[in-house]
């Protein structure tokens, strides 16, 4: 299984940046900067490559929701995410980066290095995000201009102080550019990166990939203390009637792994409609409807695993039509998409809700035997189902 590491870092991002607080495309835009940052210090490839890719998680402990985002504890998900990139592939390399991305050069910051104590991939994704989180605070509310020449003088001004001199320096010589603020505030960012970024393909093993998406069925499953354990047991069951059913043990691992990232883009519905313990809305429902088409965009970002994207997303898809968020009908839904609808319904039902405690597992059964019997998810599959859990 070959799959683009940029790619991969990318669609990442992707993930990240979908949750209720970030900004869309804050990550790539933050690896442009740090790649341009980088290239003109005239840093080595290898240590280029390691910065590149750790602005693209430098976020990623940031998903977990129950952290306390105030002045006092801002800097928890720099060392959650400096544990979490260990668990992906060649994330070790990037760990301290990731970790100690907001220290100031001045030794002020939470974890007091000072200088050049503070690894300079660190400094370099430090100053890049700040740029884009100043630049995207002022948009639509100061003109271009402006934007850019507050900008620069916040850089000037903070050279010494929460910035290595150095590193300011380069991109202060950046923001002269114009070609510089046309690439960073291009619609398309990411077709800008594909014409800078290292040409890294690395062979990704099905090992690796479960791995990786043990690490995003975490960061899921924590948004909310109802939905604990959710994915990885939805991938347990599929897993396990893929075992009935006798697919061959690579299809079978793809199944699992799809269980594990079927919710992925729930990073995109905000808390209080995921932890609502009263009915949802029409308007709120809407907003939940949209994590399967986010779970297929963002897998289908990486390219090569087109089936375990279709697997993952469309386990909302009813028989009859009357599934979201694309209405397949029939034969329009695969097979396997099939089984894993029924160990998604299977698994939330017999769940703790905010609105409901668990079902045991014969009223879950009935239930879903219902919705067979109105043509809304195989029977095959439901069969398959009470065989592994009865």
Not at 248 to 272: M, Q, S, Y
Not at 366 to 378: E, G, Q
């Amino acid at each position: 299984m070959n799959l683009n590491y940029n790619d991969l870092l990318s669609a990442i991002s992707l993930a990240l940046d979908v949750q209720e607080y970030k900004n869309m495309g804050h990550a790539r835009r933050v690896a442009y900067i740090s790649l341009r940052i980088a290239k003109m210090l005239n840093l080595n490839e290898e240590d280029i490559k390691k910065i590149y890719y750790s602005a693209f998680l430098h976020d990623i402990g940031k998903g977990d929701v129950y952290e306390d985002f105030n002045t006092d504890e801002w800097w928890k998900h720099s060392v959650r995410g400096s544990e979490v990139v260990k668990k992906l592939p060649f994330g070790k390399h990037f760990s301290e980066i990731i970790r100690y991305h907001h220290e100031n050069y001045d030794g002020s910051g939470y974890f007091k290095l000072k200088g050049d104590a503070i690894p300079l991939g660190a400094q370099i994704i430090f100053i890049s995000d700040q740029l884009d989180i100043r630049y995207t605070s002022l948009v639509g509310k100061e003109r271009e201009y402006n934007i850019r020449n507050n900008i620069k003088e916040f850089i000037k001004n903070s050279s010494g102080k929460m910035f290595n001199p150095l590193v300011a320096n380069a991109l202060f010589e950046l923001t002269r550019q114009e070609k510089f603020w046309l690439d960073y505030k291009y619609f398309d960012i990411k077709s800008v990166l594909k014409t800078v970024e290292p040409k890294d393909t690395i062979s990704i093993e099905i090992d690796e990939l479960e791995d990786i998406a043990e690490v995003f069925a975490q960061i899921i499953d924590n948004r909310s203390r109802f939905t604990y354990n959710h994915s990885r047991g939805i991938s347990d069951l599929a897993y396990h009637m893929a075992k009935v059913i006798g697919y061959d043990e690579e299809t079978r691992r793809k199944i699992k792994i799809a269980g594990l990232l079927h919710d992925l883009g729930k990073l995109a519905v905000p808390n209080f409609i995921l932890d609502k313990p009263d009915k949802l809305t029409e308007e709120e429902f809407m907003v939940i409807k949209s994590h399967t088409y986010y779970t297929k965009k963002i897998l289908k970002e990486i390219g090569g695993i087109d089936d375990i994207a279709e697997w993952a997303a469309n386990h909302h898809e009813k028989l009859d039509g009357s599934g979201y968020p694309e209405g397949l009908k029939g034969d329009e839904i695969g097979e396997i998409d099939r089984h894993i609808a029924v160990c998604d319904m299977y698994q939330a039902l017999t769940e703790d809700r905010p609105y409901r405690k668990g079902l045991e597992p014969k009223q879950a059964i009935d239930i879903i035997a219902r919705s067979v019997k109105d043509n809304k998810v195989s029977r095959k599959s439901f069969e398959i189902l009470k065989e592994v859990v009865c």
